[in-house]
């Protein structure tokens, strides 16, 4: 891969500016088997290429542009394209909001489709019928015939706007149960504690506004018939 290539890679990823320090102890490896082994050199070697690679975006063909904010570079669209990234922006769907009691149902649904309630019940141990109707009431699960066992109880699965929700290609494509349960952890650390304490405060179902706040999943503990109930007792 060449350089350019590379430091383009990192400052499309980078959350926040990446500065020319990160970029070269990041790509150092790189430039070294090119021949470069001195540190002021590799420096300006890769201040150089981030040059070439900013006046690359300097042409018109180009919607976005490598800017230098707050001492780093960030990938940001370009002022004469904002009116049409606004109005992409508007056409976008509303967020979801979840429970973590409906996301451990999702995950239950994915990892073990097609399945019945009563499965989900088994593993979750507790009753998931309420969760089931806000899955799919959010079309993010959907019936798939009925199990020919007594009762012929409904199966459930995952949907084409589970997979676009959470950019799977397909259901292939899910992380091992370890993956996914530590990719949980991760999302919602910082989302939980807040969610926990405004429940606590306000345990009534969201508006509808409420539900707009941001492009995740959230953590709330209200979503969940019997974990009210227990709540209550």
């Known amino acids: 891969m060449s350089l350019k290539a590379q430091l383009e890679a990192i400052i499309y990823a980078a959350e926040t500016p990446i500065t020319l320090e990160q970029i070269t102890a990041l790509v150092k490896d790189s430039v070294v088997a090119e021949g470069v082994s001195d540190d002021a050199e590799i420096k300006s070697h890769v201040r150089s290429a981030l040059a070439e690679l900013v006046g690359s975006y300097d042409s018109a063909d180009h919607g976005i542009e490598i800017r230098e904010v707050a001492g780093g570079y960030r990938m940001s669209t370009k002022p004469e394209q904002h009116e049409v990234v606004r109005s992409f922006a508007k056409s976008l769907k509303p967020p979801i909001r979840l429970s973590l009691p409906a996301l451990e149902t999702l995950a239950v649904i994915a990892y073990k489709q097609p399945v019945t309630?009563?499965?989900?019940?088994?593993?979750?141990?507790?009753?998931?019928?309420?969760?089931?109707?806000?899955l799919l009431d959010r079309k993010l699960i959907t019936t798939g015939g009925r199990k020919q066992v007594i009762g012929r109880p409904i199966l459930y699965k995952t949907t084409k706007e589970f997979l676009m929700r959470f950019g799977l290609k397909d259901v292939n494509e899910l992380p091992s149960m370890e993956e996914f349960e530590k990719l949980v952890a991760e999302s919602f650390q910082a989302?939980?504690?807040?969610?926990?304490?405004?429940?606590?405060?306000?345990?009534?179902?969201p508006t509808p506004a409420e539900s707009i706040v941001s492009e995740t999943i959230q953590s709330e503990s209200s979503d969940d018939p019997v974990q009210e109930e227990q709540k209550a007792g």
Do not use: C
């Open 117 to 134: 309630v009563p499965e989900i019940n088994d593993i979750r141990g507790v009753d998931s019928g309420g969760v089931i109707g806000t």
């Open 191 to 205: 989302e939980l504690i807040p969610a926990e304490n405004a429940a606590t405060e306000a345990p009534s179902a």
